[in-house]
Nanobody
Framework: QVQLVESGGGLVQPGGSLRLSCTDASGSGFSVNSMGWYRQGPGKEREWVATITAGGVTSYASRQVEDRFTISFDYVNTVYLQMDNVKPEDTAVYYC???????????????WGQGTQVTVFA
């Protein structure tokens, strides 16, 4: 069973940088179709941030996010979110998500991590 585990959250000042990581800690060996990040700020609904496919195609929720965040992926099923020039409105719990497929499955299944807190403070 896939177990996505995030790391890298913490406290950061406005204008600073942070890199989030997420990996399949189960060692399932499942193939990745895509992985991505969502976030949920205080009092807000969970929102999509960015996605990357196994082939390296990226997409971002907005131009504002794309200008400051970079999603990337390596071949040990780890996805990263490089966050630069962070702003107070980036404060949120960041959730990793992945669509992974076992060797015998025709389609992937969506999995979620437990989340990692990012707090941007002055």
């Amino acid at each position: 069973q896939v177990q996505l585990v995030e790391s890298g959250g913490g406290l950061v000042q406005p204008g600073g940088s942070l890199r989030l990581s997420c990996t399949d800690a189960s060692g399932s060996g499942f193939s990745v179709n895509s992985m991505g990040w969502y976030r949920q700020g205080p009092g807000k609904e969970r929102e999509w941030v960015a996605t990357i496919t196994a082939g390296g195609v990226t997409s971002y929720a907005s131009r504002q996010v794309e200008d400051r965040f970079t999603i990337s992926f390596d071949y040990v099923n780890t996805v990263y979110l490089q966050m630069d020039n962070v702003k107070p409105e980036d404060t949120a719990v960041y959730y990793c998500t992945g669509n992974l497929r076992s060797l015998t499955a025709l389609y992937g299944t969506d999995y979620w991590g437990q989340g990692t807190q990012v707090t941007v403070f002055a």
